[in-house]
């Protein structure tokens, strides 16, 4: 019921950006919150940032001051504006959508690879 198409990955080097959107296809679904997460090598799927419908965004402390989170309602579209790019920030993103019954849907995931 849900699709979530990510795009925008990439390679780039330290210091560079990338912006990674999302587009989501939810029929008669409502969304509730949009975001993205990262799995990084050798560690857990982790919150990048996240934004709610009707409230502010919010950010993991490794990504504070250099990731921006935006949204356009109109076309359920989330876009992950990434600037100052480290080797750390190396992994596997994923859209998150989480709707007002408490599912949550996730995208494919889309790979971003900063080198040194």
């Known amino acids: 019921q849900v699709q979530l198409v990510e795009s925008g990955g990439g390679l780039v080097q330290a210091g560079e950006s990338l912006r990674l959107s999302c587009a989501a296809s939810t029929g008669r679904i409502s969304i509730r919150l949009m975001g993205w997460y990262r799995q990084t090598p050798g560690n857990q799927r982790e919150l990048v940032a996240t934004f709610p419908l009707g409230g502010s965004p919010e950010y993991g402390d490794s990504v504070k001051g250099r990731f921006t989170i935006s949204r356009n309602k109109a076309r359920n579209t989330v876009y992950l504006q990434m600037n100052s790019l480290k080797p750390e920030d190396t992994g596997v993103y994923y859209c998150?959508?989480?709707?007002?019954?408490?599912?949550?849907?996730w995208g494919q995931g889309t790979q971003v690879t900063v080198s040194s």
């Open positions: 998150n959508v989480r709707d007002w019954t408490g599912g949550a849907h």
